[in-house]
């Protein structure tokens, strides 16, 4: 069977991809097997290899899963505008609460090494890296934000604010004595949207 019709959807696929999902957040990459995998999906471990391949190739498939619907932003309206900003950061506010230990997962690939996948991340996160370059190129072209906004300072400042608050949850939870409930997490989109908003804008000469 082509590699075409394997990605149409598929109960089976969902499952082991929801399953590896639990799995690889929930214990190290060298701890969860395939036999674990296959069972918590409810599926015959043969299925992986005919999906994914491998136990890797399932792997980077739930990473891509996770992350291709942030990337696919770039692609579309949300961010014609600066008020975009705001939803692209609700939008991942939202995809990490659901899944909290996803920036955690992907921190220990970049940056300490652990586990597969590090290339294959980096890759994704690049495509991202050229598609926001293209979106500022637009924005600075339609006069929407500053024309020296340098696109890689503007990345970094995006994911920063967009993945600390995920990281450290728990201890920002516990400073405020408060949960990170979706009334919060709307507000701190909202915050956050309009601090790139005003920061962006192009600079008033007198």
Do not use: W
């Amino acid at each position: 069977m082509d590699m075409a019709h394997k990605q149409l959807p598929d109960p089976v696929r969902t499952r082991l991809l929801k399953a590896a999902l639990e799995c690889f957040l929930a214990d190290e990459y060298h701890k969860v097997t395939t036999r674990l995998i296959a069972e918590k999906a409810d599926a015959n471990i043969s299925m992986i290899r005919y999906y994914f391949g491998s136990k890797e190739g399932l792997y980077e498939e739930m990473i891509r899963d996770t992350l291709s619907p942030l990337l696919d932003v770039l692609d579309g309206p949300m961010l014609s505008s600066t008020e975009g900003f705001t939803s692209f950061l609700r939008l991942y506010y939202d995809t990490m609460t659901k899944r909290p230990e996803f920036p955690k997962l992907i921190l220990k690939v970049l940056a300490l090494n652990q586990g597969p996948g590090r290339r294959f991340i980096q890759q994704l996160l690049e495509r991202g890296r050229t598609r926001g370059a293209r979106k500022v190129v637009d924005l600075k072209t339609q006069g929407l934000i500053d024309p020296t906004v340098d696109p890689d300072i503007l990345r970094m400042a995006f994911v920063s604010l967009a993945m600390t608050p995920m990281l450290l949850k728990d201890i920002f939870e516990e400073q405020m004595g408060q949960a990170m409930d979706a009334a919060f997490i709307e507000d701190l989109a909202r915050f956050n949207g309009r601090l790139f908003t005003m920061g962006l804008a192009p600079a008033m000469h007198e």
